[in-house]
Protein backbone atom coordinates (compact mmCIF):
# COMPACT_ATOMS: atom_id res chain seq x y z
CA UNK A 1 0.00 0.00 0.00
CA UNK A 2 1.44 3.59 -1.12
CA UNK A 3 0.97 4.69 2.56
CA UNK A 4 2.36 2.17 4.41
CA UNK A 5 5.92 2.71 1.90
CA UNK A 6 5.75 6.48 2.55
CA UNK A 7 5.89 6.42 6.29
CA UNK A 8 8.51 3.49 5.98
CA UNK A 9 10.26 6.21 3.69
CA UNK A 10 10.97 8.69 6.55
CA UNK A 11 9.94 6.84 9.89
CA UNK A 12 13.70 5.76 9.68
CA UNK A 13 15.22 9.30 9.65
CA UNK A 14 12.66 9.98 12.92
CA UNK A 15 15.14 11.68 15.83
CA UNK A 16 15.55 8.91 18.80
CA UNK A 17 14.49 11.08 21.63
CA UNK A 18 11.13 10.17 19.45
CA UNK A 19 9.44 6.97 19.71
CA UNK A 20 6.09 5.70 17.91
CA UNK A 21 3.57 3.51 20.51
CA UNK A 22 2.00 0.86 19.70
CA UNK A 23 -1.88 1.25 17.91
CA UNK A 24 -4.52 1.32 20.66
CA UNK A 25 -7.75 1.23 20.42
CA UNK A 26 -8.36 5.00 19.87
CA UNK A 27 -5.84 5.07 17.18
CA UNK A 28 -7.60 2.76 15.48
CA UNK A 29 -11.15 4.49 16.30
CA UNK A 30 -9.46 7.47 14.82
CA UNK A 31 -8.49 5.76 11.24
CA UNK A 32 -11.76 4.66 11.29
CA UNK A 33 -12.96 8.53 11.23
CA UNK A 34 -11.80 8.51 7.80
CA UNK A 35 -13.95 8.81 4.76
CA UNK A 36 -13.83 7.38 1.28
CA UNK A 37 -11.22 8.30 -1.27
CA UNK A 38 -7.68 8.61 0.51
CA UNK A 39 -5.55 5.84 2.97
CA UNK A 40 -5.07 7.23 6.58
CA UNK A 41 -2.79 6.02 9.56
CA UNK A 42 -2.67 7.28 12.95
CA UNK A 43 0.60 7.59 14.49
CA UNK A 44 1.10 8.39 18.23
CA UNK A 45 4.83 9.32 19.04
CA UNK A 46 5.82 10.50 22.38
CA UNK A 47 9.94 11.28 23.94
CA UNK A 48 11.98 8.65 24.52
CA UNK A 49 12.69 9.61 28.07
CA UNK A 50 11.79 11.82 30.98
CA UNK A 51 8.97 12.74 33.22
CA UNK A 52 6.70 14.32 30.29
CA UNK A 53 6.61 11.93 27.32
CA UNK A 54 3.46 13.76 26.39
CA UNK A 55 1.54 11.69 23.03
CA UNK A 56 1.85 13.48 20.05
CA UNK A 57 -1.24 12.58 17.06
CA UNK A 58 0.11 12.02 14.00
CA UNK A 59 -2.21 11.56 11.40
CA UNK A 60 -0.87 10.46 8.17
CA UNK A 61 -3.07 11.16 4.33
CA UNK A 62 -2.06 9.92 1.03
CA UNK A 63 -4.89 11.19 -1.21
CA UNK A 64 -4.43 11.15 -5.06
CA UNK A 65 -5.77 14.18 -5.97
CA UNK A 66 -5.92 17.71 -5.06
CA UNK A 67 -10.14 16.53 -4.14
CA UNK A 68 -9.81 13.19 -2.17
CA UNK A 69 -6.99 15.87 0.63
CA UNK A 70 -10.53 17.90 1.18
CA UNK A 71 -11.48 14.78 2.62
CA UNK A 72 -8.44 13.90 4.08
CA UNK A 73 -8.80 17.49 6.09
CA UNK A 74 -12.56 16.86 7.19
CA UNK A 75 -10.97 13.77 8.65
CA UNK A 76 -8.66 15.97 10.37
CA UNK A 77 -11.46 18.09 11.43
CA UNK A 78 -13.44 14.84 12.77
CA UNK A 79 -10.23 13.54 14.79
CA UNK A 80 -9.84 17.32 16.19
CA UNK A 81 -13.34 16.97 17.73
CA UNK A 82 -12.92 12.97 18.88
CA UNK A 83 -9.21 13.94 20.77
CA UNK A 84 -9.86 15.14 24.40
CA UNK A 85 -8.50 18.35 25.63
CA UNK A 86 -5.22 18.96 25.92
CA UNK A 87 -4.57 16.68 23.35
CA UNK A 88 -6.15 18.59 20.54
CA UNK A 89 -3.01 20.75 20.97
CA UNK A 90 -0.89 18.39 19.79
CA UNK A 91 -2.50 16.78 16.61
CA UNK A 92 -0.43 16.94 13.12
CA UNK A 93 -1.83 16.23 9.83
CA UNK A 94 1.71 14.53 7.23
CA UNK A 95 -0.35 14.68 3.95
CA UNK A 96 1.09 13.18 0.63
CA UNK A 97 -1.07 14.33 -2.50
CA UNK A 98 -0.28 12.59 -5.89
CA UNK A 99 -1.01 15.57 -7.91
CA UNK A 100 0.04 18.35 -5.55
CA UNK A 101 1.96 21.29 -7.19
CA UNK A 102 4.77 23.39 -5.07
CA UNK A 103 2.11 26.43 -4.79
CA UNK A 104 -0.80 23.56 -3.57
CA UNK A 105 1.70 22.37 -1.15
CA UNK A 106 2.49 25.70 0.46
CA UNK A 107 -0.96 26.56 0.73
CA UNK A 108 -1.90 23.16 2.50
CA UNK A 109 0.81 24.42 5.13
CA UNK A 110 0.15 27.87 5.20
CA UNK A 111 -3.36 26.96 6.76
CA UNK A 112 -3.07 25.99 10.19
CA UNK A 113 -6.75 25.41 11.07
CA UNK A 114 -7.60 22.21 13.19
CA UNK A 115 -3.87 21.73 12.99
CA UNK A 116 -0.33 22.12 11.69
CA UNK A 117 0.41 20.59 8.27
CA UNK A 118 3.37 19.24 6.39
CA UNK A 119 2.52 18.67 2.64
CA UNK A 120 5.24 15.79 1.08
CA UNK A 121 6.50 18.77 -1.68
CA UNK A 122 7.13 17.26 -5.77
CA UNK A 123 10.19 15.02 -5.83
CA UNK A 124 10.82 15.03 -2.06
CA UNK A 125 12.22 12.21 -0.50
CA UNK A 126 11.14 10.86 2.76
CA UNK A 127 14.44 12.02 4.78
CA UNK A 128 14.13 15.46 3.50
CA UNK A 129 10.10 15.62 4.13
CA UNK A 130 10.69 14.60 7.70
CA UNK A 131 13.65 17.31 8.38
CA UNK A 132 10.78 19.85 8.01
CA UNK A 133 8.92 18.48 10.74
CA UNK A 134 9.20 18.60 14.49
CA UNK A 135 10.62 14.96 14.13
CA UNK A 136 13.71 15.73 12.48
CA UNK A 137 17.27 14.49 13.74
CA UNK A 138 19.34 17.05 15.23
CA UNK A 139 22.32 18.11 13.30
CA UNK A 140 24.71 15.47 13.09
CA UNK A 141 28.31 15.76 15.59
CA UNK A 142 29.82 15.10 12.18
CA UNK A 143 28.38 18.78 10.26
CA UNK A 144 28.59 20.42 13.29
CA UNK A 145 32.27 20.02 12.72
CA UNK A 146 32.36 21.14 9.37
CA UNK A 147 30.04 24.51 10.14
CA UNK A 148 31.34 27.81 10.54
CA UNK A 149 30.16 30.51 12.49
CA UNK A 150 28.97 33.61 10.59
CA UNK A 151 32.48 35.73 12.10
CA UNK A 152 34.85 32.72 10.90
CA UNK A 153 33.10 32.07 7.51
CA UNK A 154 33.48 36.34 6.70
CA UNK A 155 36.88 36.23 8.05
CA UNK A 156 37.56 33.31 5.11
CA UNK A 157 35.82 34.94 3.00
CA UNK A 158 38.04 38.26 3.47
CA UNK A 159 41.03 35.64 3.19
CA UNK A 160 40.52 34.43 0.22
CA UNK A 161 40.69 38.76 -1.56
CA UNK A 162 43.58 39.55 0.27
CA UNK A 163 46.96 37.65 0.59
CA UNK A 164 47.51 38.89 4.23
CA UNK A 165 44.91 37.93 5.94
CA UNK A 166 46.81 34.59 6.82
CA UNK A 167 45.34 32.55 9.89
CA UNK A 168 47.29 34.28 12.40
CA UNK A 169 45.87 37.52 11.54
CA UNK A 170 42.39 36.17 11.15
CA UNK A 171 42.43 34.82 14.99
CA UNK A 172 43.84 38.67 16.15
CA UNK A 173 40.76 40.04 14.47
CA UNK A 174 38.66 37.13 15.64
CA UNK A 175 39.69 38.07 19.12
CA UNK A 176 38.92 41.59 18.89
CA UNK A 177 35.89 41.60 17.28
CA UNK A 178 35.08 38.90 20.12
CA UNK A 179 36.30 41.22 23.06
CA UNK A 180 33.34 43.21 23.46
CA UNK A 181 35.16 46.35 22.72
CA UNK A 182 33.56 49.39 20.56
CA UNK A 183 34.66 52.17 18.04
CA UNK A 184 38.15 53.79 19.01
CA UNK A 185 39.27 51.41 21.06
CA UNK A 186 38.45 48.22 18.69
CA UNK A 187 40.12 50.10 16.02
CA UNK A 188 42.90 50.38 18.32
CA UNK A 189 42.94 46.85 19.21
CA UNK A 190 42.86 45.63 15.37
CA UNK A 191 45.83 48.24 14.43
CA UNK A 192 48.29 47.32 17.08
CA UNK A 193 47.41 43.99 16.56
CA UNK A 194 48.51 44.47 12.84
CA UNK A 195 51.38 46.35 13.61
CA UNK A 196 52.59 43.64 15.66
CA UNK A 197 52.21 44.84 18.72
CA UNK A 198 50.85 43.07 21.90
CA UNK A 199 47.60 44.01 22.76
Same mark, same amino acid.
Given at each position: ???????????????????????????? /?? %??????? *?? @?????? !? &??? =??????????????????????????????????????????????????????????????????????????? /?? %??????? *?? @?????? !? &??? =??????????????????????????????????????????????????????
Amino acid at each position: MQIDHWIASWQEFVNPRFEFCEPTEQST /SL %ESLAGEG *FS @ARVLLV !R &RAI =GKHRGVRTILVAYADSLRASGAALHWTADVRDALPEPATADIYLFLNITSASLDDCLRFEADDQYCRKYVRRPNE /SG %EQFLKRT *FL @AAPVSP !R &RVG =GMSDPLSASLMQAAKVHGWFTPEEQMHWRQALMSGVKGQELAARILRNASGADT
